[in-house]
């Protein structure tokens, strides 16, 4: 079982306590928030710590092709070019001096696995597609003729949507099972700044068949990226590691903080809830459960949140980074839970038991009049259970 | 093609250098003689020409001689290949020769001496599991070895697949419609060259041909595998079933496993020999090296 920090803007101590208090086993870096000077310093500090046994940097290329777009420290990196279009990509020369760019820049630093450059993937068959292939051969060559020796991950930064078509995916694992690297470092891109957990069960078929395939049986690695809350039903598809940050802009991926106009409003205080698979809002909704005496239902029992089962929540001064720390303490725990009931059925059986708990404690509290605002609702968990359904009688037809 | 209409003592004739011309065997569209040269035992093996009216083409409508460029490609293939389980090129090179009224052509062979996996089958029933796992690693060693060079063999069948005598190694044989990744040529009509019932889904479809893997081999090898431990086909229910009804099944049926039809046959082996038959490429083994370590885990586990 690995999880792994998302790292991003604002980083303070938190991936430090992540590694020493909250059971993370490493870091997922964003260059976009951190200078390429102060990137490796603190790749290299982080290196001599033990329980940071991986560190990678998503290179973040795929922001290229965003026009105008707000790239912050991206374009200090000597192998980032802003406002890429495709006839960018057409030359093999041109794809050969991205991808060595990218995997030179990363030799330097003291992380555990290279990452390959990518663009996205709106749809399977389309020309972004090919090109993110390609990216991805011309990677594997370079790794190869560089001799570094780390492991590479080809990273693939896919739409949603785009898991829908279960023939087009099909195809699509067929190219990528192909490939001679180690593993795969992939994200889920979601539409519009809107922070929710909710992904159409098609999606999330998608998701956890493209998982299984890769790692239980072909035996590639598979990092997830920006996973958040559904990271346990990666892991029981098999995924050998998931990742969320602090904020809501590094637990579900969307191009929007990459836009001219990205920015917004901070988020209002949360806890994360094991047994109800998402957040709760300190006010007004924690409030209300613990005015009813229903704390007990909701709280995740971690090291961080003692005071909650007797206090006001809004009174105890939760602050960010308690709020994060807990947050990771409470995906470790899920993650640790899946993993020990055993091989993919029992760790799908068990995680489809979890989301009826949930479901039925949702429906408990909206019994209790406790009013959810949408994001912290129950609509992801119908989603969940309904992909999660669908790609396990998928698992036990192929036996 | 018809098999080309010449004796043993013709072919003696045609190639003086040749000793002890045997009695030819039929290899697919070839005769197989064994002969000697210059002391060694090899196989030269003998296959017609396309022929062409010269009168009614020209240089820029004669059709290209489909089976002059595969005894040519085999010929490649075999020379560029280093491995026990392909049989070595000979010292006579690619010939082509007049005879009575036919263009032939003519290469030798490093000489096999043993059966071919089909009459193995038909003579002494399925293999025991070690021996199949034995063919196994011998078949998908030579398969590695074609796939170093970016090709595929897609003719492998129990007929292609012979037991050296001397030492119990499994050779696979006649590379000569393999698939080359880069030059496509041969098969640029659209059809995809087989056997009959033996086929990799993703070949049946001419339109896909160029997107084809060593993941095509692993099928096959497949088939091959299940009738070796089970002595029969897995996709054939019947006998003279017809070619379309076969890939039919091919594409659509899960056969019933090996362990089903034959109880000495483990549990491991029976799924790694049902992975290799899945429809989608991607649930076969990814690499030849991922096959060889399944196997090996599976001759540990049996030991």
Redesign the interface.
């Known amino acids: 079982m690995t999880f792994l920090v998302q790292h991003g803007y604002g980083k303070s101590d938190k991936i430090e306590r992540a590694l020493d208090e909250c059971g993370a086993s490493g870091v997922i870096y964003a260059p976009r928030s951190e200078t390429p000077d102060s990137l490796a310093a603190y790749i290299d500090k982080l290196s001599r710590k033990p329980r940071c046994a991986i560190q990678l940097v998503d290179p973040q290329f795929y922001a290229t092709t965003v026009p105008n777009g707000n790239m912050g420290k991206l374009i200090e990196y000597p192998y980032f070019r802003p406002d890429l279009s495709v006839r960018n990509f057409r030359a093999p020369r041109d794809i050969t001096q991205m991808v060595g760019a990218t995997l030179e820049f990363q030799r330097r630093l003291a992380v555990t696995h290279l990452c390959s450059p990518t663009i996205a993937i709106d749809a399977f068959n389309d020309r972004w597609s090919s090109i993110a292939l390609n990216l991805a051969s011309e990677s594997i060559g370079f790794a190869a003729v560089m001799g570094d020796g780390r492991p590479l991950l080809v990273s693939l930064l896919i739409h949603e949507q785009a898991l829908r078509s279960q023939e087009q995916l099909?195809e699509f694992?067929?190219e990528?099972?192909?490939l001679?690297c180690h593993g795969f470092y992939i994200v889920i891109r979601h539409e519009g700044g809107g922070f929710s957990q909710l992904l159409d069960p098609a999606s999330v078929n998608g998701l956890l068949y493209a998982i299984h395939?890769l790692s239980e049986?072909?035996?590639f690695e598979v990092y997830v990226g920006y996973s958040d809350f559904i990271s346990p039903l990666l892991h029981a598809a098999g995924a050998t590691a998931t990742a969320s940050g602090w904020n809501n802009g590094l637990r579900r991926f969307s191009f929007a903080r990459f836009e001219p106009q990205a920015g917004g409003r901070r988020a209002k205080p949360r806890y994360s809830s094991r047994p109800l698979l998402n957040f709760i809002p300190i006010t007004p909704e924690f409030d209300a459960i613990a005015a009813l005496r229903l704390t007990n239902a909701v709280i995740s029992g971690t090291s961080y949140d003692r005071g909650f089962r007797s206090g006001t929540p809004s009174m105890l001064g939760w602050d960010d980074t308690t709020s994060a720390l807990h947050h990771w303490q409470v995906l470790v725990r899920l993650i640790s839970d899946t993993i020990a009931a055993g091989d993919t059925v029992g760790r799908l059986a068990h995680i489809e038991a979890r989301i009826s708990e949930a479901i039925e404690l949702y429906r408990r509290l909206d019994r209790a009049r406790i009013p959810f605002e949408v994001a912290a609702g129950p609509g992801h968990l119908s989603a969940w259970g309904a992909g999660l359904r669908e790609f396990r009688a998928q698992v036990e037809r192929?036996? | 093609m018809t098999l080309p209409k010449i004796t043993a003592a013709q072919l003696g004739a045609a190639f003086p250098q040749l000793e002890n011309v045997g009695t030819p065997r039929p290899g697919g569209q070839k005769l197989v003689f064994p002969c000697k040269l210059a002391g060694v035992k090899y196989a030269v093996k003998v296959l017609r020409c396309q022929q062409f009216d010269a009168a009614h083409t020209t240089s820029e409508t004669m059709p290209l001689d489909v089976d002059y460029a595969r005894a040519k490609r085999e010929v490649a293939i075999l020379q560029a290949c280093n491995s026990h389980y392909l049989p070595k090129i000979g010292p006579l090179e690619l010939t082509e020769f007049p005879h009575d009224g036919d263009r032939l052509l003519a290469f030798s062979e490093e000489f096999i001496e043993g059966p071919n996996l089909e009459e193995l089958l038909a003579r002494s029933g399925p293999l025991t599991e070690p021996e199949a796992i034995r063919l196994a690693s011998n078949i998908v060693t030579a398969i590695a070895e074609l796939w170093r060079l970016n090709k595929i063999h897609r003719d492998i069948k129990p007929a292609n697949i012979m037991r050296r005598n001397l030492d119990g190694s499994y050779v696979l044989l006649d590379p000569g419609i393999a698939f080359d990744l880069v030059d496509g040529t041969l098969t640029a009509e659209g059809c995809i060259p087989h056997s009959p019932g033996y086929i990799a889904p993703e070949h049946t479809n001419p339109a896909r041909k160029r997107?084809a893997?060593v993941?095509a081999d692993l099928f096959l090898l497949g088939i091959s595998l299940y009738e070796a431990v089970t002595g029969t086909h897995p996709f054939r229910e019947r006998v003279n079933q017809s070619p379309v009804e076969i890939i039919q099944n091919i594409l659509r049926k899960t056969p019933i496993t090996p362990r089903a039809r034959r109880r000495e046959v483990s549990v491991g082996f029976s799924q790694l020999v049902?992975r290799l038959l899945e429809k989608?490429?991607?649930?076969r083994f990814?690499?030849c090296d991922?096959l060889q370590e399944a196997l090996l885990k599976i001759e540990g586990a049996s030991s």
């Open positions: 099909e694992l067929d990528l099972t192909d001679e395939v049986v072909n035996e192929e036996g | 997107e893997d993941r049902m989608k490429r991607h649930m990814r690499s991922h």
